[in-house]
């Protein structure tokens, strides 16, 4: 069962996908901070991008907002979560990745 979360996660160590950075995507960390505990990233399942209208401008124009990553995680459970390519003016620039969803794992 998918628990809806949209909280804040912290990349933790120095190990980050350099091929997605040299294609100007974000690169995906290979652990996370969340709530006090540290959880790594066993694979990634899927990769998406999220657009959207820019707001009253003319002509239409769609911007990439977000990437999203489907994962497993070292604990089995599988997490939902996603890049913001710009920052709120009133967040913090060090606010960028987010947990979305968390699918636990049940127990044997």
């Known amino acids: 069962m998918s628990e809806f979360i949209s909280e804040s996660i912290f990349p933790t160590g120095d190990q980050f996908d350099s091929?997605?950075?040299s294609r100007g995507e974000p690169g995906l960390p290979?652990?996370?901070s969340w709530r006090n505990n540290q959880y790594a990233v066993a694979s990634v399942v899927r990769q998406w991008k999220g657009t959207s209208a820019e707001g009253?401008?003319?002509?239409?124009?769609?911007?990439?907002?977000?990437?999203?990553?489907?994962?497993?995680?070292?604990?089995?459970?599988?997490w939902t979560i996603y890049f913001v390519r710009q920052t709120p003016k009133c967040?913090?620039?060090?606010?960028?990745?987010?947990?979305?969803?968390?699918?636990?794992?049940?127990?044997?």
């Open 19 to 21: 091929g997605a950075m």
């Open 30 to 32: 290979r652990a996370f």
């Open 91 to 108: 967040g913090s620039a060090k606010l960028r990745w987010y947990v979305y969803t968390v699918d636990q794992i049940d127990a044997p």
């Open 56 to 78: 009253g401008r003319a002509g239409g124009e769609v911007y990439l907002r977000r990437h999203y990553f489907e994962l497993r995680m070292s604990d089995g459970s599988v």
